[in-house]
Protein backbone atom coordinates (compact mmCIF):
# COMPACT_ATOMS: atom_id res chain seq x y z
CA UNK A 1 0.00 0.00 0.00
CA UNK A 2 1.30 3.32 -1.06
CA UNK A 3 1.33 6.70 1.62
CA UNK A 4 1.40 10.03 -0.24
CA UNK A 5 1.97 12.97 1.83
CA UNK A 6 1.18 16.38 0.82
CA UNK A 7 2.55 19.61 2.21
CA UNK A 8 2.86 23.44 1.32
CA UNK A 9 -0.59 24.53 0.97
CA UNK A 10 -1.69 27.54 2.94
CA UNK A 11 -2.89 31.51 2.16
CA UNK A 12 -0.91 33.65 0.24
CA UNK A 13 -2.26 37.01 -1.65
CA UNK A 14 -2.76 37.33 -5.20
CA UNK A 15 0.32 37.36 -7.18
CA UNK A 16 1.89 35.22 -4.54
CA UNK A 17 3.69 31.59 -4.87
CA UNK A 18 3.55 28.12 -2.86
CA UNK A 19 5.64 25.26 -3.83
CA UNK A 20 3.56 21.58 -2.72
CA UNK A 21 5.23 18.98 -2.76
CA UNK A 22 3.82 14.95 -2.23
CA UNK A 23 6.05 12.31 -1.56
CA UNK A 24 5.10 8.37 -1.71
CA UNK A 25 6.33 5.68 0.58
CA UNK A 26 5.31 2.10 1.20
CA UNK A 27 4.97 -0.58 -0.86
CA UNK A 28 6.38 0.92 -4.08
CA UNK A 29 7.59 -0.92 -6.70
CA UNK A 30 7.74 1.22 -9.31
CA UNK A 31 6.04 4.75 -9.64
CA UNK A 32 5.05 5.84 -13.22
CA UNK A 33 2.19 9.04 -13.98
CA UNK A 34 2.98 11.35 -10.95
CA UNK A 35 0.26 14.31 -10.52
CA UNK A 36 -1.69 17.17 -9.43
CA UNK A 37 -5.33 17.81 -9.61
CA UNK A 38 -7.65 20.47 -7.65
CA UNK A 39 -11.08 21.07 -6.47
CA UNK A 40 -12.80 23.69 -5.49
CA UNK A 41 -16.56 24.36 -3.54
CA UNK A 42 -19.28 22.77 -5.05
CA UNK A 43 -16.41 21.88 -8.42
CA UNK A 44 -15.51 18.64 -9.69
CA UNK A 45 -11.65 16.96 -8.92
CA UNK A 46 -9.95 18.92 -12.39
CA UNK A 47 -6.42 18.45 -13.55
CA UNK A 48 -3.56 21.02 -13.04
CA UNK A 49 -0.49 19.16 -14.34
CA UNK A 50 1.13 15.88 -14.70
CA UNK A 51 4.50 15.00 -14.88
CA UNK A 52 6.07 11.08 -16.85
CA UNK A 53 9.10 9.02 -15.29
CA UNK A 54 10.36 11.07 -18.20
CA UNK A 55 9.75 14.22 -17.39
CA UNK A 56 7.06 14.85 -20.08
CA UNK A 57 4.44 17.09 -18.78
CA UNK A 58 1.01 18.59 -19.31
CA UNK A 59 -0.76 21.40 -18.22
CA UNK A 60 -4.52 22.55 -17.62
CA UNK A 61 -4.72 26.10 -19.85
CA UNK A 62 -5.77 28.23 -16.79
CA UNK A 63 -2.59 27.34 -15.14
CA UNK A 64 0.42 27.20 -18.03
CA UNK A 65 2.76 29.52 -17.87
CA UNK A 66 2.06 29.78 -13.88
CA UNK A 67 2.96 26.77 -12.77
CA UNK A 68 5.43 24.32 -13.07
CA UNK A 69 5.13 20.58 -12.39
CA UNK A 70 8.81 18.53 -11.44
CA UNK A 71 9.55 15.38 -9.69
CA UNK A 72 12.38 13.41 -7.96
CA UNK A 73 12.47 9.94 -8.59
CA UNK A 74 15.10 8.99 -6.29
CA UNK A 75 12.95 10.31 -3.48
CA UNK A 76 9.60 9.50 -5.33
CA UNK A 77 8.41 12.70 -4.94
CA UNK A 78 6.22 15.48 -6.66
CA UNK A 79 6.24 18.95 -6.78
CA UNK A 80 4.32 21.72 -7.62
CA UNK A 81 5.82 25.04 -8.26
CA UNK A 82 2.43 27.68 -8.21
CA UNK A 83 3.36 31.83 -9.58
CA UNK A 84 1.38 34.61 -10.21
CA UNK A 85 -1.20 33.02 -7.83
CA UNK A 86 -4.88 33.87 -8.34
CA UNK A 87 -8.11 33.91 -6.67
CA UNK A 88 -9.83 31.51 -8.86
CA UNK A 89 -6.86 29.18 -7.87
CA UNK A 90 -8.31 28.97 -4.50
CA UNK A 91 -9.08 25.61 -4.02
CA UNK A 92 -7.99 21.65 -2.10
CA UNK A 93 -4.84 20.24 -4.20
CA UNK A 94 -4.59 16.26 -4.35
CA UNK A 95 -1.79 14.46 -5.44
CA UNK A 96 -2.39 11.85 -7.54
CA UNK A 97 -0.03 8.76 -8.44
CA UNK A 98 0.26 5.82 -10.92
CA UNK A 99 1.89 2.97 -9.06
CA UNK A 100 3.15 -0.59 -10.20
CA UNK A 101 2.86 -2.25 -13.85
CA UNK A 102 -0.88 -2.44 -13.07
CA UNK A 103 -0.70 1.62 -12.66
CA UNK A 104 -3.00 1.70 -9.59
CA UNK A 105 -4.03 5.40 -8.54
CA UNK A 106 -3.08 6.54 -5.32
CA UNK A 107 -4.35 10.04 -4.15
CA UNK A 108 -2.76 12.08 -1.17
CA UNK A 109 -5.19 14.18 1.80
CA UNK A 110 -5.65 17.23 -0.14
CA UNK A 111 -3.69 20.42 0.58
CA UNK A 112 -5.81 23.84 1.10
CA UNK A 113 -5.02 26.81 -1.42
CA UNK A 114 -6.54 29.70 -0.67
CA UNK A 115 -5.77 33.12 -2.73
CA UNK A 116 -6.95 36.26 -1.54
CA UNK A 117 -7.28 39.15 -3.23
Known amino acids: QVQLVESGGGLVQAGGSLRLSCAAS????????MGWYRQAPGNQRDLVATITTAGSTNYAGSVKGRFTISRDNAKNTVYLQMNSLKPEDTAVYYC???????????WGQGTQVTVSS
Open 26 to 33: GGILSINM
Open 96 to 106: NVQEGPWRKNY
